[in-house]
């Protein structure tokens, strides 16, 4: 069956460290996204692509970046970890730019030390 | 932000009640989509309703909307504790492709 996972689903890192949250999705879906969630927030957008090599911002991008090289892979790196990172980071993706559902992964917890 | 909201931030019921939580949002929409989450697990998507439906059903869930009031509601009928969860809204706005999700109602079906 299709499905979307994410890896780790637990980390714990130190502040100022580079951090890479995997995504995979076998649905063969053109858009994908990153949320994190945060209690009083609920899911704020990171990034967002549209296709491969397809990169755009979101709501709360400050501090991340993605990169698209195939369809099935939205790999999250936060490129110098913050306290303020510490959240729970959810993948999301769905077929196309209509109308769509979004499917969500499992998430990953991360904890900023 | 136009981020919606939910309301109420938290609901405890009976099993076999029904449950209703709504969702207000601030601008004009191509859809509006509700979502589940279960503690510690990722969101599952209920339903999706366009701007141009007023109500839609899917087995013991019903969604309306009204776009004069930028609001939408969801009933679920018959609870069981099986549905003890979060319930998120979330929009797409007109000529976007995103979604903005509001807070979430907490609902808790006690047995």
């Known amino acids: 069956d299709a499905e979307i996972t994410q890896s780790p689903r637990h980390k714990i890192t130190e502040t100022g460290r580079q951090v890479t949250l995997a995504c995979h999705q076998t649905?063969?879906?053109?858009?994908m996204f990153w949320y994190r969630q945060d209690l009083g927030h609920g899911l704020r957008l990171i990034h967002y692509s549209y296709g491969v090599h397809d990169t755009n911002k979101g709501e709360v991008s400050d501090g991340y970046s993605v990169s698209r090289s195939n369809t099935e892979d939205l790999p999250l790196t936060l490129e110098s970890a913050a306290s303020s990172q510490t959240s729970v980071y959810f993948c999301?993706?769905?077929?196309?730019?209509?109308?769509?559902?979004?499917?969500f992964g499992p998430g990953t917890r991360l904890t900023v030390t | 932000s136009q981020q919606g909201e939910e309301d109420p931030q938290a609901l405890s019921i009976q099993e076999g009640e029904n449950a209703t939580m709504n969702c207000s949002y601030k601008t004009s929409i191509n859809n509006l989509q509700w979502y589940r989450q279960n503690s510690g697990r990722g969101l599952v998507h209920l339903i999706l309703i366009r701007s141009n439906e007023r109500e839609k059903h899917s087995g013991r869930l019903r969604v309306t909307l009204d776009t004069s009031k930028k609001s939408s509601s969801l009933l679920i009928t018959a609870s069981r504790a099986a549905d003890t969860a979060s319930y998120f809204c979330?929009?797409?706005?007109?000529?976007?492709?995103?979604?903005?999700f509001g807070t979430g109602t907490r609902l808790t079906v006690i047995p």
């Open positions: 979330a929009t797409v706005v007109t000529g976007a492709n995103n979604l903005f």
């Open positions: 999301a993706s769905k077929p196309g730019q209509g109308p769509y559902e979004q499917y």
């Open positions: 649905w063969n879906h053109n858009n």
